[in-house]
């Protein structure tokens, strides 16, 4: 199954130099994601049972090709929050992108807003890349839940004018 994007973002962003690099390395993302050896390793990790980690590992070096940092310190440090970090951290310019990858707990446990947030407060960065699966299967005997289109509907509401924070974008990868 493909990966799918959707882009949510400021009406103005197209006017920032900072965007159109963003806008590049969502393409390459996608189109790593996509690569038939990429879809099966994140199939395998997207199991019942298992956790955002397991996403993480399966595509972590390529990411890492793409100049993403994993797990960044010190975005945070002037906050009282401890231990406050990104799976992966880009520098853009001016700018940042912060990439999560969720699996479980997107919805269940807000996640998918607390990585909103996260991206909102980081002074380092104004873009968004999130990994979320769009088959979710619990437990062998659950029926699959389609996260990407649950974290669409929420996360896309902060793009309407009259919501703005200081997110320019988010890239939402369905897996």
């Not at 380092?124 to 619990?138: R, S, T």
């Not at 839940?145 to 669409?152: E, F, H, I, P």
């Not at 004018?161 to 974008?169: H, L």
Request: aromatic letters at 10%.
């Amino acid at each position: 199954m493909k990966i799918e994007l959707t882009c949510y973002h400021q009406d103005d962003v197209q006017k920032d130099n900072d965007y159109k690099k963003v806008l590049e390395c969502s393409s390459k993302l996608l189109s790593y994601l996509n690569q038939e050896s990429t879809l099966k390793k994140i199939d395998q990790a997207n199991q019942p049972g298992s956790n955002s980690l397991l996403v993480q590992n399966a595509i972590k070096k390529e990411v890492q090709k793409l100049g993403f940092i994993s797990e960044k310190n010190g975005l945070f440090s002037q906050y009282v929050t401890k231990g406050l970090r990104p799976d992966y951290f880009k520098r853009v310019n001016e700018s940042g992108i912060l990439f999560e990858v969720e699996r479980g707990k997107t919805t269940q446990n807000n996640m998918d807003l607390l990585d909103l947030w996260k991206c909102h407060i980081c002074e380092e960065a104004h873009y968004l890349f999130l990994l979320v699966p769009k088959a979710l299967k619990q437990s062998p005997n659950r029926n699959s839940t389609n996260t990407y289109n649950s974290v669409c509907g929420r996360l896309g509401t902060f793009f309407e004018k009259q919501n703005y924070i200081d997110v320019k974008a988010v890239f939402i990868f369905g897996y």
